[in-house]
Nanobody
């Protein structure tokens, strides 16, 4: 059984930085895409950034130029470097892993089979 464990959330001031990490345990040989989603109170869960095993990335417009997603050295591990944080970045951040059909260019939420428990990110002065 695959489990995802997030770490690195916390409190940051506006303009500050945080780095989130996601580690995978268990075996799921077919995983080829991982992502960060976030959900603020009263809002739907939304994509923040995704990355394939080959390193292809896509970002939500709200975070482009501020956040960077990357693959870790270990298989099926990712990080999210968040710079220039804004109060509207406050949310619970979830790591997700799944399979992206090679015929498609962008994974949808339904493509992610495994989810972490989430880590709180709060941006406030």
């Amino acid at each position: 059984q695959v489990q995802l464990v997030e770490s690195g959330g916390g409190l940051a001031q506006p303009g500050g930085s945080l780095r989130l990490s996601c580690a995978t345990s268990g075996s799921a040989y077919y995983i080829n895409v991982m992502a960060w989603y976030r959900q603020a109170p009263g809002n739907q869960r939304e994509l923040v950034a995704a990355i394939t095993s080959r390193g292809t990335t896509n970002y939500a417009d709200a975070v482009k130029g501020r956040f960077t997603i990357s693959n870790g050295d270990a298989k099926n591990t990712i990080s999210l470097q968040m710079n220039s944080l804004k109060p509207e970045d406050t949310a619970v951040y979830y790591c997700a892993a799944g399979y992206l059909n090679p015929a498609h260019t962008v994974a949808q939420m339904k493509d992610y089979d495994f989810w972490g428990q989430g880590t709180q990110v709060t941006v406030s002065s």
